[in-house]
């Protein structure tokens, strides 16, 4: 998926906080993934995660290639048990042989380790949930957790982690410590109550032991299906690597967002919010529907921000009674023949009332000006004037003259 740089705007201040527009990520090291690289100053990458049987090779590898011909850079697959394991490693020869080398993610949970050592063979990550790595079923009579126990049970947590972390920092390969707001270790609720506070320590346990083994490729998330406990919990993560000297990579997303537009509002609502604060580098939207819908969210989020320029971007007004064509209609038919470009602003506006002025940053400008007519603009100069049901075709040469259209 190309990718253009942010565009400077001539004359504007880096020192004038009050007024600049641009994002200011937070800095972070870089974490490889395979291919692809994660923090640093690389973009911030899409993932998804396929929702088909891993058992199932020639059908994970049919839909770990769908979601990457979309646009998705990293793909995760689900590792309940041994055999899941050892599909993967024929799901990645199988991408290999039929396709090309996808990087891919291994999801492992409850006492996950032999499984972990398993896949860690197979792919470039693998996702650990501190709260389920090593489960231990809760106690109903338990009132709470005095220091010695909660120290043996961390020690359990460091044996039983620290194959993984050999394995994966021997073969250069990467982790990412997952903490779900929903399945916090029991010893973590009694200590810090069934907040972010928790999930923050709960990530920080598990960070502090890859680091006493000198292993530091992380990529860190605090997901929760609750958005203000999802970006409290990132907020607060950031604080605490910063009080720590630690700069890993973040990984955003809201879990269990649901479906439909809800689902697409609830994901936006927190990845956005963090990432206009300059905090992620790499998003999922997690929606209740087939993996394919999740990644034009994602890149729509991105571009929304300027973080990425993938696509086209759209100006267009809301429409009143000014409007002089069926804005909708129109605004459809420039997006169709036109939404196969990469890096373009076209303005859709319906008089010339709002429109130089509102569409003053596009590339090019559709205006409705008269009855049955439009006006065509590059940037803030007016083109020429076209009857209406030529517009569109009188655009597309307009883009074509400059040299900047692409069949599709």
């Not at 389920?132 to 039983?160: A, C, H, M, N």
């Not at 991105?302 to 009674?321: D, F, I």
Request: one cysteine or more; aromatic letters at 6%.
């Amino acid at each position: 998926m190309q990718t253009l740089q942010n565009s400077v705007v001539p004359g504007a201040s880096s020192t004038s906080a009050a007024f600049d527009t641009t994002i200011h990520r937070r800095k972070t090291c870089p974490v490889a993934v395979g291919s692809v690289t994660i923090g640093g100053n690389h973009p911030v990458v899409v993932q998804s995660m396929i929702n088909e049987d891993t058992l199932d090779v020639d059908g994970s590898v049919a839909a770990i290639r769908r979601l990457h011909e979309l646009g998705c850079e990293i793909v995760r697959v689900t590792v309940p048990s041994l055999a899941h394991a050892k599909a993967v490693g024929e799901i990645r020869q199988k991408l290999i042989q039929t396709y090309q080398l996808v990087p891919l993610v291994a999801d492992v949970h409850h006492n996950g380790m032999k499984i972990a050592l398993e896949v860690a063979k197979h792919v470039d990550k693998v996702r650990i949930n501190p709260g389920l790595y090593v489960f231990e079923k809760p106690s109903g009579d338990r009132t709470e957790y005095s220091q010695t126990e909660f120290d043996e049970i961390g020690e359990k947590i460091r044996e039983t982690l620290e194959p993984l972390v050999i394995s994966l920092r021997d073969q250069g390969k990467a982790m990412r410590i997952g903490v779900n707001h929903g399945s916090l270790a029991e010893r973590m609720l009694f200590t810090y109550g069934d907040t972010p506070e928790g999930m923050v320590q709960s990530a920080l346990e598990f960070i502090r032991i890859c680091e006493s083994l000198d292993f530091r490729n992380l990529v860190i998330s605090l997901k929760a299906s609750r958005v203000p406990v999802m970006v409290a919990a990132y907020r607060l993560m950031v604080k605490r690597m910063n009080e720590a000297n630690m700069d890993y990579p973040l990984h955003l997303g809201v879990t269990e967002a649901g479906d439909g537009e809800y689902g697409r509002i609830k994901s936006t609502a927190g990845i956005a919010t963090l990432l206009a604060d300059g905090i992620g580098d790499t998003i999922r939207v997690s929606l209740t529907e087939a993996p394919e819908k999740e990644i034009p969210v994602c890149y729509s989020i991105l571009q929304a921000l300027g973080l990425r320029k993938t696509m086209v971007e759209y100006v267009a007004c809301p429409s009143c009674g000014r409007t002089l064509f069926n804005l909708e209609e129109v605004l459809h038919q420039v997006r169709e023949a036109t939404k196969h470009l990469t890096g373009l602003d076209i303005a859709v506006m319906g008089c010339i009332v709002n429109g130089p002025g509102e569409m003053a940053d596009a590339d090019y400008g559709y205006v409705g000006k008269q009855p049955g007519y439009i006006s065509l603009y590059r940037g803030r100069e007016e083109i020429k004037k076209v009857p209406e049901d030529r517009g569109v075709e009188e655009l597309i040469g307009l883009i074509k003259a400059d040299g900047r259209w692409v069949e599709p």
